[in-house]
DNA sequence: TATCATTTGTTCGTATGTATC
DNA sequence: CGATACATACGAACAAATGAT
């Protein structure tokens, strides 16, 4: 049949053709493609090879396998959801999030302690070890069933200043940001943008697909002399998901910026 | 040894097991994990179990592994290149931007004509198959090695309209900014992020590492009237690499967005 | 430079378990 | 229940990369 020679490894060709047949339209997205024997007999290789292969494709993210059933060439699409992430205020003082309304609350909000990390100390401008209000939420999208992962957390420091803040730590984000916007802060707000593959309880939590990455946004708000109040997580899988940022010129020159 | 039963599959048990093993910090980064060899007399499993066990902790992003070495911690840094999206404008007109000098072309750009995809067609408000201008460039962050490819998108219809745009398909963002400005536009910018797993050629490119997702940046250049002129992709791993955008509230009703 | 031991990569074979229909 | 298909597990052999001798 499709016999090839190049890249080395016999797995790696078929995973090629396979690959090939699969972008070429041959394999239409959502169907079926041949089982692994009808493989082995097309390439005229083993059943390890075949697997070697489907699992080299795997990784891509290009196929899905069910066990009993057969491997599906992915719908590739592009994600369901975009993430608008704008922060909007309106006269009487509420803010507004686009995307803000859509997420149900999958389970009950669990609120902890906890201190800070390498990580999240850095982002909050504090040392490792620094004592954290917490609360994590499982968010869900009902319209197309996407699941993210929301976490709060705010430092005891800020907690002293604002008391308000520590007495529900639960609360939605836009109720936070009219909490200090009432006690006269002036808020801006800084976002990070990560992907990385997920943790094995992060894949269950989120019901993601093999070779699904996550994005994970840490979101910071500032106060007026940019020091930092509250930090917010949200991690969804980046099959469903996208998110959107408005960029304006703004008149200060740039420095450059490292970590 | 460390006998365990509980998730079904063996290799999984074992991936388990050298998971905790790296988390409680008995396997430390960047240390040489025990060879294929001790870890089946360790385990008591067949060698296939063991890579089973290997290839998922792979996937995971867990574990590195180097041919006629052996398997190592990865060091699970966090990214070492922040990239700020942002756009400054001096006083003299000129553009400027953060990280915008950081990168070195690895080669020279490749100028091309092309039609707009689905994706591109969308971002820019066009049809499928429409004509475009385009630009690839392979960078290079030599203080850190990074790589990532970029790729402008003119169409046509703008070229036309700004005929300064087409002569010189392959310059840097910033002077694309300045010429329309001085044509009279106001710009503004939006930006998509995207995380997917790399298509082999991206992988090769880039030089990434296994279970490497990469971020996969949109940003459309606007017209006063919002009609989009530019479509700039940035593609890099985020092994290496996050960014990050400012917020500040604006004082406009938000409303919900969907794609 | 050349050789060798170690370690991972690739490929075959075979058998059995389990999910789907 | 049976047929099909993927998942798991063992065994064996050779190839290829690495580092040290």
Request: aromatic residues 6%.
């Amino acid at each position: 049949m499709s016999e090839i020679q190049r890249p080395g490894a016999l797995y790696q060709q078929v995973a090629a053709a396979i690959r090939e047949a699969i972008l070429s339209g041959e394999f239409a997205p959502d169907s079926l493609l041949p089982s692994e024997a009808q493989l082995m007999a097309r390439y005229e290789v083993s059943r390890p090879t075949v697997r070697n292969a489907i699992a080299a494709l795997r990784a891509e993210g290009l196929i899905d396998v069910r066990h009993g059933k057969g491997s599906f060439v992915r719908s590739s699409g592009q994600p369901v959801l975009t993430l608008e992430r704008r922060i909007s205020r309106t006269t009487e003082g509420k803010f507004v999030m686009p995307n803000g309304d859509i997420w149900q609350e999958a389970e009950a909000p669990a609120a902890y302690r906890a201190r800070t990390t390498k990580d999240t100390g850095h982002l909050l401008q504090l040392d490792t070890d620094e004592a954290l209000f917490g609360c994590d939420r499982l968010l869900i999208d009902p319209s197309t069933g996407t699941r993210a992962m929301h976490r709060t957390l705010i430092p005891f420091e800020v907690a002293e200043i604002v008391p308000l803040l520590a007495e529900e730590p639960c609360k939605r984000p836009a109720a936070f940001y009219r909490l200090l916007t009432e006690d006269g802060h002036k808020l801006s707000w800084s976002e990070t943008v990560r992907a990385r593959m997920p943790l094995p309880d992060e894949r269950a939590t989120m019901k993601l697909p093999d070779a699904t990455p996550i994005l994970h946004l840490a979101r910071v708000t500032h106060d007026t002399d940019n020091r930092p109040l509250i930090l917010e997580e949200l991690r969804v899988g980046a099959d469903r998901a996208e998110v959107s940022y408005r960029i304006t010129a703004d008149k200060q020159p740039a420095r450059r910026a490292r970590a």
